[in-house]
Structure formats: C-alpha cells, structure tokens
C-alpha cells in the first residue's frame, strides 16, 4: 500500500474560529442595581468588558461614585493592581485548527479556567489525516523531504494496520465497536504531527496567562503561532482586556508577547 506524498496535506499556520462569546441581560443589570438604590452606566459596549467591571464593581458596591475614564481606566487599574479574579467571568468558546498533537498536549496543561474537547482519534477515522510541518523543517528542501516521507510511512502503516484490524474484529456484531478497536491500536503509528481540531472554552485571565507562557520566546514555535492569532482576535473582542501587550519580531519569524502586567 503506497501513498502518494503529493497527496498529503500538510499544514503550517493554525486557525482559529471564535464560535460563542457573552451576552449583557440589560434589563436584569438595570434591576440589579435599582434593588440597590443606585444608578451607573458604562461606555464599553463590549459585553465581556461590561461583565469585567460589574463584577469588580459588586467587589466594592463602587457604582455611585464610578472612577474617570470609563471602562478602559477602570480595566486597566484592574490590570494594574493584579485583581486577576475579576477577569475569570469573560469567557469565550473557540475552535483550533490545523494544530498538532505535540501542540495540544502542551496547551490542555493549561486547566485553570479552560475547557477541552478534541477529535477522537478512535472514533475518527484517519485515514484521511493531515500533518503539521514546523517551520524549520518546511523551509529547507531536504529536511521537508526527510519529513514527509516520514510522515508518509507513518500514513501507510495507520492504512494497513486499520485495514487488517478491522479484518480481526470481523467477529463482532457491533459495527461502531469494530471500528473503534481498529482505530485505537491503529493509531499507535501516527506521528505527535498529526493535524486535530480542538473545542475550548477560556476566560480572560486564563488566556492572558497562556499567551504570556506559549507567546513567550522560550516557547515551541507553532505554539507561539497559537498565541498571536488568539492576541490579535482577543485585542479586537476586549481591547481594554487586553491592549497592554507589545509584540517583538523574533529571528524564526513568530512574535513574542510580552507585557508589564505578567500574571495578572
């Protein structure tokens, strides 16, 4: 069984769909705060950030007599000063693409205020796998060629292997069974570039401690990929969330994230 390496599809950037973000029950802040005798607006229409202040503002009761600069000062001094806890109620629902294996094993250590669900390589089907090619690797012509005949015995041993477990468990009645056994000791060929897709739920200071940590220059490249298209995404959803950072070209390429409120 041959595959044609032409027939591969290998990727190199990662995608990210934002797929689900808060929404402000206008009339039941407006009660809120009627119940308690007072009157506040904000002038962020940006529901994560209207949450982000509430909150901080029920930490003090601080709606009568609200700070100057508005929501962004007020953000910013929640920065400044370290409250990191009233960041956790900003929470956003994402899909990652086009990310390897290696990848999701290091970002799923990142448990504090996010949630995973990826693609299931024993109920999925591989046959049809994608790959991750890191940089270093795709830019030169004999080390991509190394990679992706690797990459394509890997692919042939998965096919074969599935093809005749899938003969062994002939016997089994219960066709989704059948498969699933196949896939599952089949898979024990794929590479740590497998290509997957990933369902995750974070809050903003989780992700903020995320693109600290995998934005950083210490980190694994196409990790620090992750984290700047997630920063450009996040500057636009939450600007006085997260407006503080300061991206620096690095030799490969990627960017650095840094910031002066680290940890927040």
Not at 60 to 86: C, D, Q, T, W
Not at 159 to 180: G, I, M, V, Y
Request: aromatic share 8%; net charge negative; proline share 5%.
């Amino acid at each position: 069984m041959s595959v044609p390496l032409e027939s591969i599809r290998v990727h190199t950037e990662p995608t990210v769909y934002l797929l689900g973000k808060q929404v402000v029950q206008p009339d039941e802040l407006a009660r809120f705060l009627s119940d308690h005798g007072v009157q506040w607006s904000t002038d962020s229409d940006v529901p994560a950030e209207v949450l982000t202040e509430t909150a901080g503002r029920v930490c003090y009761m601080s709606f009568a007599k609200p700070r100057p600069g508005g929501n962004e000062a007020y953000l910013g001094h929640i920065i400044e000063v370290g409250h990191g806890s009233v960041l956790e109620h900003a929470v956003w629902n994402f899909v990652f693409t086009g990310i390897s294996r290696s990848l999701t094993h290091e970002l799923i250590r990142h448990r504090a205020g996010m949630g995973y669900s990826q693609l299931s390589q024993r109920y999925v089907d591989e046959s049809v796998a994608e790959y991750v090619e890191p940089d270093v690797i795709a830019n030169d012509p004999e080390l991509h060629r190394l990679w992706l005949e690797a990459i394509g015995r890997c692919h042939e041993a998965y096919l074969a292997l599935a093809e005749k477990l899938t003969a062994k468990f002939a016997d089994d009645p219960d066709k989704t069974a059948r498969r699933k056994n196949a896939r599952q000791a089949a898979r024990s060929v794929l590479p740590n570039a497998t290509e997957t897709k990933i369902f995750v739920t974070a809050n903003s200071r989780a992700l903020r401690h995320f693109m600290e940590q995998r934005g950083n220059r210490a980190a694994e490249p196409e990790i620090r990929k992750l984290a700047n298209q997630l920063l450009q995404i996040m500057r636009k959803e939450a600007p006085h969330i997260f407006s503080d950072y300061v991206e620096t070209k690095l030799p490969d390429g990627t960017f650095e994230i840094t910031t002066e409120h680290r940890k927040v």
